[in-house]
């Protein structure tokens, strides 16, 4: 008897999402989603309780079962797609933490990559790894764990340690901690990963000081890859795709071909697109990583990190009380013709690409005595575009790629106004698809293919449909203007903290 639903479950920043896909409807037809405790211990600092997170992805995902009155008998298999970078050290034996994740946005380990930096190292990482060096990636935050938690260097030394990515946490934990493995789109995050030999290096984690008996094995994104165990779920159900997040989102949203793009608005703006079997290296402060490995095809792919975007229209909400809910920026920032002027830089943890300036902090200038609150708001909305502009401009130069169009998804996608400013400012056509839980999708997709639910990634692309197009309508005058204005505010932020 064939079976009918999959489960994909979407670990993000903010919260922990499981989704109930049925095969035959070709439907997302149940979702659960729980928020987790933000964790910020100091100043540029962030963490998440792994304990926390994998309870709330757990009780999700039979939330969603239950809900819908699925038997687990008629599950296929389980997709994961995660936030990336972030990373958890816990004890072989006893499968406890021995400290918090350290959250990709976390600046903790600027000081680290300053000395990896003048130890030469950066363009041997950027060759080996295909990343800049920044606190962003999981390496320096795995050493600074090691260095800092009590008895973690000599236990590490003992072959006690494991670490991982929230795949690995997940998978470890669903497997009742039987199976450490991560996936080639997670490892390659990890500054620690050759995305051309498709192995750990040796030499940069003997640079980062992190013993080799430490790191999972490395998976496919798509294929079994291991099976739950039935004390911990209540079934053995495959787990047959995983993905970092980001990439999860370049599948689901079919960007099969090369040239093909997607920018996921969600708590940052992840900009990816499709360059092919050959990790072109980015001469443009973007970085290279792993699109997908299925079986022998491996994809790369150029990456844009924003790391604030829907982040920023938490801040104005929850910190400075302009708004009550997301949605409402829209309404209030379609109140003013413009921003008045006003621009707002959101490098609340620094900024990422193309800038990686780990000591940048936001910034609100152009301020008069005129400027309301709906120019704020409107500013806070433009400079999630205006940041998107910056990276899509130098992955045009990299690439070579004209871009005609980008697909997007992820909680701020559904602004309206933030789609046309962005088609605006790009100068191309935006295409918002009718399902924008594209990262949750992907993941689907990655663990259909991995159990033969679909033969090959052809049969997928018929499932993407258009909700709506933004088509560009602003004068270049007028963009030229905004753009020569956002950089000038830009540059003000940069260097704010002191190295
Ligand atoms: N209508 C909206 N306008 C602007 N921002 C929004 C809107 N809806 C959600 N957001 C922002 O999008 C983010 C949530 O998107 P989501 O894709 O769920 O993020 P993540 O996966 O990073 O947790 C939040 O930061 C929220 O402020
Ligand atoms: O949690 P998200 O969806 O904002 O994604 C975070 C990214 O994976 C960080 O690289």
């Not at 639903?5 to 439907?27: H, P, V």
């Not at 795949?167 to 996936?183: A, E, M, P, Q, R």
């Not at 400079?383 to 004209?402: C, F, H, P, T, W």
């Not at 709506?468 to 003000?492: C, I, L, N, Q, Y």
């Amino acid at each position: 008897m064939s079976k009918n639903y999959i489960i994909s479950l979407d670990q993000g920043t903010t919260s922990s999402r499981a989704i109930l896909y049925d095969i035959n409807k070709k439907a997302i037809i149940g979702m659960k989603n729980k928020p987790f405790t933000q964790i910020y211990p100091n100043s540029g600092w962030v963490e998440h309780d792994p304990e926390e997170i994998w309870e709330g992805q757990l009780e999700v995902m039979k939330a969603v079962i239950e809900e819908a009155g699925v038997s687990y008998d008629d599950i296929v298999s389980i997709g994961i797609a995660n936030q990336r970078e972030t990373v958890v050290v816990w004890d072989r034996i006893t499968g406890k933490p021995i400290y918090n994740a350290i959250v990709w946005q976390c600046r903790r380990t600027a000081d680290i990559c300053e000395t990896l930096k003048k130890e030469g190292l950066e363009d041997v990482i950027k060759e080996k790894t295909g990343l800049v060096v920044d606190a962003y990636f999981s390496g320096t935050k795995i050493q600074w764990i090691l260095d800092n938690v009590e008895g973690a260097r000599e236990k590490a030394q003992r072959n006690e340690l494991m670490v991982g990515t929230i795949d690995s946490w997940l998978i470890w934990n669903l497997t009742g901690g039987k199976i450490h493995v991560t996936d080639y789109t997670n490892a390659s995050r990890t500054m620690l990963f050759n995305i051309k030999k498709l192995k750990w290096d040796e030499e940069l984690l003997e640079h980062m000081n992190i013993p080799m008996s430490m790191m999972p094995s490395v998976v496919p994104s798509s294929g079994r890859i291991a099976v739950t165990d039935k004390y911990v779920v209540g079934c053995e159900i495959p787990i047959s795709g995983v993905a970092g997040d980001q990439q999860a989102s370049l599948f689901g949203q079919t960007c099969f071909d090369v040239g093909c793009a997607k920018n996921t608005y969600g708590t940052g703006c992840f900009i990816l697109m499709n360059i092919g079997d050959k990790p072109i290296s980015s001469k443009n402060n973007l970085i290279t990583t792993i699109g997908w490995v299925i079986g022998n095809e491996v994809k790369y792919a150029l990456e844009g990190s924003v790391f604030n975007a829907g982040s920023t229209i938490q801040w104005i909400r929850d910190e400075l009380g302009l708004i009550k809910t997301s949605e409402e920026s829209r309404i209030e920032a379609e109140k003013v013709n413009d921003t008045n002027g006003v621009y707002l830089v959101p490098a609340f943890t620094g900024l990422g690409a193309p800038y990686w300036d780990m000591y940048a902090r936001g910034a609100i200038l152009g301020i008069t005595r005129g400027t309301r609150r709906e120019h704020l708001i409107r500013a806070a909305l433009e400079s999630i575009a205006y940041q998107s502009m910056d990276v899509l401009e130098l992955m045009k130069l990299d690439s070579g790629i004209e871009l005609k169009e980008l697909k997007v998804d992820g909680g701020a996608s559904a602004n309206d106004f933030l789609m046309q400013f962005q088609a605006d400012m790009l100068n191309i056509n935006i295409k918002r698809p009718t399902i924008t839980e594209t990262t949750a999708l992907g993941a689907v997709y990655l663990a259909g293919l991995g159990e033969g639910i679909w033969k090959s990634k052809d049969e997928l692309i018929r499932s993407w449909s258009l909700d709506r197009t933004f088509a560009p309508r602003m004068t270049k005058r007028e963009r030229d203007d905004k753009s020569k204005g956002w950089k000038k505010a830009v540059a003000k932020s940069l260097a704010w903290e002191e190295a």
